[in-house]
C-alpha cells in the first residue's frame, strides 16, 4: 500500500513537473512569436527618438537643468526666482519621464538591456527621491540635504548622447582587470611598507607616532607618499628626530610607488583608451559606408523603376528602336541627376592616376617639342650655311682656272 501510494504521488510530482515545463515552454514560445499590432505607430516613435532634433532637445533640457542646479546654490538666486526653479523642476521631471516611456514603449524588453537606460532609470528614481521624503518624514528630515545633493547626478544623462563619452567610458571598463591588478600590486607594496614603517619609525623613543603611530596611520602616511602631497613635511619630521634609514626609505617608497606603479596605471589606461578610440573610428567609418551604400541603393533602385517605365513607354508609344527611346530619355537629363557607377574607370584612385598620367604626358610632350624646336633651329643655321660654302667653292674653282 505504501509502495503503491509513493508511486502514485512520485507520478503526480512527475506529471506536474512535465506540465510545469511544458507550460513555461508554451509561453516562452508565444512570447516570441508575438507580434505587436502597432508596428506603424512603434517605427514613427523610434524614428523620433533616434531623430537628431530630440537629441539636440534633450541635450539643451539637460544642459539647462545643470545650470540651474549650480544657480541654486546661491540663496540670493534661489530667492529670488524660486517660481522659475519650481516651475523648472515640473518641466525637467516630464522631460525625463516622458523619454523613459518612449524609450520603453519602443522596445519594451531590450530598453533593460543597455546599460546606459538602467544609468537613466537610476537617475529618475533619484529624481523622486526628494518628493517621498518631503511627503514621508516632513521638510525637516535631517538626511533631506543628502537627497538634494544628489540631483547633480542628472547631468550623467549627458553620457547616453555622446559617444564619445561612451567611448571613453568602454575604455575604463575595459581596463578593469589590469588596473585592479596594478592596485592589488600597490596595496601589497604598501603594507608591505607600513609595516617597515611602523617598526622603525612607530614604536621607538623618538618615532613619529603621529604619522607612524600606527598601521592605519602608516597606511595614510605611504598614501601621501604615493601621491607626493608633503612629503617633504614628512621627511622632515623624520629628520628632526634623527631616524637612521628614513631618507632611504622614503626615496625608495617614492620611486616604487610614484615612478613605477603610478606610470604603469597611466599607461594602461592610454592603452586601452586609444584602442576604444580606434575602434569607435573604425565604426564611424563603417557607419558612414553604411549611408552611402544605403543611398547608392536608393539611386539603383529609383534607376531601375526609371527604365522599367522607359521599356513600358516603349511598349505603348511609336518608337522604332531601343536607341531612339534612349536618345528620347537623353534630353530629359538633368546635369544634377544622380548617376552610379561601378566601373573600375570612374573609381577616385584610378582618376587620380590617370591624371598624375595625363600631366606626365603633357610634360613629356612639352619637353619633346623643345627638342624638335632646337633641332629645326639647327637645321635652320645648316641651311644658312650651306650657300655661303657653295659661293665660296665656286670661287675657288675659278682662281684655280
Known amino acids: 500500500m505504501s509502495q503503491h501510494f509513493y508511486h502514485q504521488s512520485r507520478t503526480r510530482a512527475i506529471s506536474s513537473s512535465l506540465l510545469d515545463n511544458n507550460t513555461s515552454s508554451m509561453f516562452c514560445a508565444r512570447f516570441r512569436t508575438f507580434q505587436r499590432k502597432d508596428t506603424q505607430c512603434q517605427a514613427f516613435v523610434k524614428r523620433v527618438i533616434m531623430s537628431r532634433l530630440f537629441k539636440i532637445i534633450m541635450i539643451s533640457i539637460i544642459s539647462m537643468n545643470a545650470f540651474l542646479v549650480v544657480l541654486e546654490t546661491d540663496y540670493k538666486i534661489r530667492y529670488k526666482l524660486f517660481r522659475v526653479f519650481e516651475y523648472g523642476e515640473i518641466i525637467f521631471v516630464a522631460a525625463y519621464n516622458a523619454e523613459f516611456y518612449l524609450k520603453l ?14 544609468l537613466d532609470v537610476t537617475v529618475i528614481i533619484i529624481l523622486i527621491i526628494p518628493y517621498g521624503l518631503r511627503k514621508v518624514k516632513g521638510m525637516h528630515y535631517p538626511y533631506l540635504h543628502i537627497a538634494d545633493g544628489l540631483q547633480s547626478l542628472r547631468i550623467l544623462k549627458l553620457i547616453s548622447y555622446s ?11 575595459q581596463t578593469a582587470y589590469t588596473v585592479f591588478s596594478v592596485l592589488f600590486l600597490l596595496f601589497i607594496l604598501m603594507y608591505i611598507f607600513a609595516i617597515l614603517g611602523f617598526c622603525l619609525f612607530g614604536i621607538t623613543e623618538r618615532g613619529d607616532l603621529n604619522n607612524w603611530g600606527n598601521l592605519a596611520v602608516a597606511f595614510f602616511t605611504l598614501f601621501s607618499l604615493t601621491t607626493v602631497d608633503g612629503w617633504t613635511d614628512l621627511q622632515q619630521q623624520l ?33 586601452h583608451t586609444e584602442d576604444s578610440i580606434k575602434k ?63 566601373d573600375f574607370g ?9 591624371l598624375s598620367t595625363l600631366d606626365n604626358q603633357d610634360t613629356t610632350i612639352y619637353k619633346l617639342q623643345e627638342l624638335y624646336y632646337e633641332i629645326v633651329h639647327v637645321l635652320s643655321l645648316m641651311l644658312e650655311d650651306l650657300p655661303q660654302k657653295k659661293q665660296s667653292h665656286s670661287s675657288d674653282k675659278v682662281d684655280e682656272k
Open 105 to 118: 514603449y519602443v522596445d519594451p524588453i531590450g530598453y533593460w538591456k543597455d546599460g546606459y537606460n538602467l
Open 163 to 173: 559617444r564619445g563619452i561612451r567611448t571613453l567610458i568602454t575604455a575604463v571598463g
Open 239 to 271: 629628520d628632526n628626530r634623527d631616524l637612521a634609514l628614513s631618507r632611504a626609505f622614503t626615496i625608495i617608497f617614492i620611486l616604487l610607488a610614484t615612478f613605477v606603479f603610478l606610470s604603469m596605471f597611466v599607461g594602461v589606461m592610454i592603452i
Open 280 to 342: 569607435f573610428e573604425q565604426e564611424l567609418r563603417l557607419e558612414r559606408h553604411m549611408t552611402v551604400m544605403e543611398e547608392k541603393q536608393v539611386v539603383v533602385k529609383q534607376q531601375q523603376e526609371e527604365v522599367s517605365r522607359l521599356m513600358q513607354t516603349q511598349k505603348n508609344a511609336d518608337y522604332k528602336s531601343f536607341s531612339e527611346l534612349v536618345e528620347n530619355f537623353k534630353k530629359t537629363l538633368r546635369h544634377t541627376d544622380p548617376m552610379v557607377l561601378d
Open 346 to 354: 570612374t573609381s577616385l584612385p584610378f582618376i587620380n592616376v590617370y
